[in-house]
């Protein structure tokens, strides 16, 4: 069975330091993975997604994830935070079941805040 | 512009009365979803439809229901809402043709039932 851990349900960090948001999944096929954003009322956006090309993949805004199959993580990152990325964050699985859609695994999220 | 719409935003209603909450989507995708998102759970499938007139339950489906009579509508119906459906909800659609499309979410509707 699929299933997704985001380790920390809030991180914080200064304006300009890096950011490191950690996820965790599981999966008996080869998987696809996104990260998804979420603003203040908003719905959520696509980040990245990782579809078995290369194991790093870069995103919008700077973000960018590392695909590790010996460890099973797709952790986020970005060298320097701004304030505008203050927002929470999903990390999402989806089995590679041929040929369907396959379900779609939401973690839990993590709230990323900024301080100036 | 490419987008996916829910209304109405913001919802309160009393136990017992039906209501509906429409979305639909101007990118001719064949599959749409709906989730619903609270504190500490990330979001959850209530049900989602892979094409016209074929839907499917998802991971929480109890107290909804929804149709697809068309392609570009998909309504989420509560027919005796209950204060435990007080929730964010979000619909989404993607072109359904590969498993890798990333969704496309709606801005999402804040239901409240007393």
């Known amino acids: 069975a699929q299933s997704v851990t985001q380790l920390d349900s809030h991180v914080s960090v200064s304006e300009g330091t890096p950011v490191l948001l950690r996820c965790n999944y599981s999966s008996s096929y080869s998987p696809s993975l996104f990260w998804y954003v979420q603003h203040p009322n908003k719905g959520l956006q696509l980040l990245l997604k990782y579809t078995s090309a290369a194991t790093l993949v870069k995103g919008i805004n700077g973000f960018e994830a590392e695909f590790k199959k010996s460890e099973t993580s797709f952790h986020l990152t970005k060298p320097s935070a701004h304030m505008s990325d203050a927002a929470e964050y999903f990390c999402?699985?989806?089995?590679?079941?041929?040929?369907?859609?396959?379900?779609?695994?939401f973690g839990k999220g993590t709230k990323l805040s900024v301080k100036p | 512009e490419a987008q996916v719409t829910q209304n109405p935003r913001y919802l309160i209603t009393v136990t017992g009365k039906k209501l509906t909450v429409t979305c639909s989507q101007n990118m001719n995708h064949e599959y749409m979803s709906w989730y619903r998102q609270d504190p500490g759970l990330g979001l959850r499938q209530i049900y989602y439809s892979m094409n016209v007139e074929v839907t499917d339950k998802g991971d929480v489906p109890e107290g909804y229901k929804v149709s697809r009579k068309e392609k570009r509508n998909f309504p989420l119906i509560l027919e005796s809402p209950s204060p435990n459906q007080t929730s964010l909800y979000f619909c989404?659609?993607?072109?359904?043709?590969?498993?890798?499309?990333?969704?496309?979410f709606g801005n999402g509707t804040r239901l409240t039932v007393t």
């Open positions: 989404a659609s993607n072109p359904g043709r590969s498993y890798n499309s990333p969704l496309h």
């Open positions: 999402v699985v989806r089995a590679q079941e041929g040929g369907s859609q396959g379900n779609l695994i």
